[in-house]
């Protein structure tokens, strides 16, 4: 159990084995309090070799707060445009506002202070103020959470606040205090690369490997203990790529929901029959000339899934009124629309129509 365990003493031992093996990651160059933010966001839900080309072209478009605050909501789509859970970027922007309205444009070095920011949570909290401002406060991780479970044998289920809780306490005793920086990130770094999630740990090559119990009873896998999340809802859907020439039809989410805001291609719910799509495109007021089926798609979200059947229905002419819709040209939708990755499949076929 974490009580019993004596987590003192690894940190020496991190620490020296994160100085000789931690990875160059564009963030960790210039560790400056909004750069950290925007990579901890990012992070979150994402791989760490997917997030460096997003971070490199949104801090380069938005390098400071005021950018991210001043930024219009399509433009910060686009640059989030498949990193998916948009609130992030949202809540991002919220509290860029606040930052410049209550802090000058600058993130507070305050732990406390961080937390009440829109979209900053424990975790992230922590990570600013310990990556940019060298604040001994935990950042407490899946990651992490996995590899103190390991060494201290702690079956308690990781998805309980109460026991995140008293991990962050337990870490925040024990870590160096001028090292917070390093130590934190020297967790999140052995999570990521040693005492991996998926597969089996490489113990062979980890620092904590003398000191750690499961390692040492070859029981690491059964660990962390981790209550079943809900399953997910299935939805069924039919995508409609309805296209003349080179123009397309695109919808606008509401501004709340799933995908809030973003552009789609229209789509409804259930597994449409050729017949049966050629039916709602005609009542949309337009003039079908010829049907082909795309690929099946899916996607997953956190609480559902989607399965997607496709269909691109070509049509005599656009209307320009017809029910609320968008006509984009290809190129136009490509490069300057936000539309969620839930759609890649059938945004390939309008990539086909860009000269
Ligand atoms: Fe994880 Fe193995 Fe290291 Fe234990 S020894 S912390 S199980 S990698």
Redesign the pocket.
């Known amino acids: 159990m974490i009580f019993d365990f004596d987590l003192q003493r690894i940190n020496v031992p991190l620490i020296e084995w994160f100085e000789k093996n931690k990875r160059i990651l564009p963030w960790r160059e210039r560790p400056e309090p909004y750069r950290v933010w925007v990579s901890e966001i990012m992070l979150q839900q994402t791989r760490v070799e997917a997030v460096k080309p997003y971070f490199e072209r949104f801090v380069a478009e938005l390098p400071t707060v005021q950018d991210l605050a001043e930024c219009s909501e399509e433009r910060l789509l686009k640059l989030w445009e498949g990193l998916g859970y948009y609130n992030r970027v949202r809540n991002m922007q919220i509290a860029a506002k606040t930052v410049m309205e209550e802090y000058e444009g600058v993130l507070p070095a305050n732990y406390e202070e961080l937390l009440k920011l829109k979209g900053i949570g424990h975790y992230t909290a922590g990570a600013i103020a310990s990556i940019a401002y060298g604040i001994p406060v935990p950042a407490v991780d899946g990651n992490v959470l996995?590899?103190i479970t390991?060494?201290s044998e702690d079956d308690t289920d990781i998805m309980k606040q109460s026991f995140k809780n008293m991990m962050e306490n337990a870490l925040r005793e024990s870590m160096p205090k001028d090292a917070a920086s390093a130590y934190n990130q020297a967790l999140m770094e052995?999570g990521a690369t040693?005492?991996v999630p998926n597969g089996e740990?490489?113990?062979e090559?980890?620092?904590?490997?003398d000191?750690?119990i499961?390692?040492r009873k070859g029981t690491?896998m059964q660990?962390p203990v981790k209550s079943k999340a809900k399953k997910r809802r299935l939805e069924d859907k039919t995508v409609l790529v309805i296209q003349d020439g080179n123009k397309v039809i695109m919808n606008r989410r509401p501004k709340k929901g799933l995908l809030a805001g973003m552009y789609e291609f229209p789509n409804v719910e259930g597994c449409l029959s050729e017949e049966e799509a050629l039916g709602y495109v005609k009542d949309l007021g337009l003039v079908p000339v010829r049907i082909q089926k795309l690929e099946e798609a899916k996607h997953i979200f956190s609480h559902i899934e989607w399965h997607m059947k496709g269909y691109v229905v070509k049509v005599a002419q656009l209307e320009e009124d017809t029910g609320g819709f968008l006509f984009l040209e290809a190129r136009d939708c490509i490069e300057n629309y936000p539309v969620p990755s839930a759609f890649e499949r059938y945004k390939e076929y309008i990539r086909g129509l860009v000269k």
Do not use: E, G, I
């Open positions: 996995r590899v390991r060494l052995l040693v005492c740990p490489q113990c090559a980890c620092p904590l490997w000191l750690c499961t390692r690491a660990y």
